[in-house]
């Protein structure tokens, strides 16, 4: 099982997390995704491609872009919830 760490924009509440979870669940080899709303961070594990491209292309078709992160650190932790505002959301939330 492959680890994918995406650093993603526009996410600001529990509908966010939703979203995004769901449109990486749609894709092909997605076995979990933990979403850390206040650092705008999510952890992708499955049987996942080589590169992030298919994932990152889902996220901005829901409306969260997203990009690989860059530096090694690990998510803070997994939330399902709370009010960490990254930004906001280019179509996806209902808050932005």
Do not use: F
């Amino acid at each position: 099982m492959n680890t994918i760490d995406l650093e993603v924009q526009g996410m600001s509440c529990n509908s966010c997390v939703k979203h995004v979870t769901q449109a990486l669940q749609t894709l092909s080899g997605i076995q979990q995704v933990d979403v850390d709303l206040q650092s705008g961070h999510v952890k992708v594990s499955g049987a996942l491609p080589a590169d992030a491209q298919a994932l990152i292309t889902a996220l901005d078709a829901a409306g969260y872009p997203a990009k690989l992160t860059t530096s090694a650190e690990p998510l803070a932790g997994k939330q399902s919830g709370g009010r960490g505002s990254t930004g906001k959301a280019k179509g996806g939330c209902c808050c932005g």
